[in-house]
């Protein structure tokens, strides 16, 4: 085993330990809460090892880095039984790029870049380049600042109406919600909130069961309130070279 592997392999162990403890002590079952790694910016060789540690699904927040990647880790690999996941947002120039590769996007905020990725997704289905719709977790800002992503909580007819939107495109699926807790917030209050939104969108939309919340220094508090995707990052890859955009 290389050191790469056992290091890997060591902090891949002690997530799954922090998520069955988070679940457990939440009355939650381990396996309704999905561990994703973030692997932006660390290279495939890294991929190809959670791979081979039983890792199936992973986050990555830039079209261009991911495409490639992903390249390089079939070519590594051979392997076609991972989802690829793009929790970053979506600049609406490189929707279509994104619909090849993304089984998920958990950043949708804007109608502009929803129909985007509907038109690519279609097309990629027409083209035989995926299967199904892209499954799509709308993000909520829980502090109304958009600028870093989501559609304002505070504007419940904006998030009804990106819903809507979703859902009734033929290119995706609307599967939940997703957001991320605005700088310095207490992760708890957060979550709780993200938490009633998404209780409030199910009742429209019954098919939308996930959310996709938590990072590598707050999962807990956000299985706490149910979440069903942490994407973790630095817990599990280590330091960024950069910090993400
Ligand atoms: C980078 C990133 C993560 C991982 O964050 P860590 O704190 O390193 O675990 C999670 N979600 C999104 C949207 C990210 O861009």
Do not use: Y
Not at 34 to 43: G, M, N, S
Not at 99 to 110: F, I, R
């Amino acid at each position: 085993m290389s050191d790469r592997e056992s290091e890997l392999a060591t902090a891949l162990a002690a997530l799954r330990d922090r998520v069955a403890a988070a679940a457990g002590a939440a009355g939650r079952d381990a396996a309704d809460v999905e561990l994703l790694p973030i692997t932006k910016f660390f290279p495939a060789s890294d991929v190809e090892i959670l791979w081979r540690l039983g890792c199936r699904g992973f986050g990555e927040s830039r079209e261009q880095e991911a495409s490639a990647k992903i390249a390089e880790f079939q070519a590594l690999t051979g392997a076609h039984d991972v989802r690829w996941h793009m929790v970053g947002q979506v600049q609406r120039n490189k929707a279509k790029h994104v619909a090849v590769w993304a089984d998920s996007v958990h950043s949708l905020s804007t109608a502009k870049v929803a129909a985007a990725l509907d038109r690519g997704a279609q097309q990629a289905i027409e083209q035989g380049l995926r299967a199904d719709p892209v499954k799509v977790f709308v993000q909520i800002s829980l502090d109304g600042d958009t600028e870093r992503g989501g559609v304002d909580l505070g504007d419940p007819a904006a998030v009804d109406a990106i819903c809507a939107q979703v859902a009734d495109a033929d290119g995706l699926r609307l599967v939940g919600l997703m957001a991320i807790p605005p700088l310095g917030a207490d992760p708890d209050e957060a979550f709780a909130t993200l938490a009633a939104e998404h209780r409030r969108v199910v009742q429209n939309h019954p098919e939308a069961t996930e959310l996709s919340a938590g990072m590598s220094g707050d999962l807990e508090a956000a299985v706490r309130h149910g979440s069903t995707c942490v994407r973790v990052g630095t817990a599990l890859m280590g330091q960024r070279p950069l910090t993400s955009p």
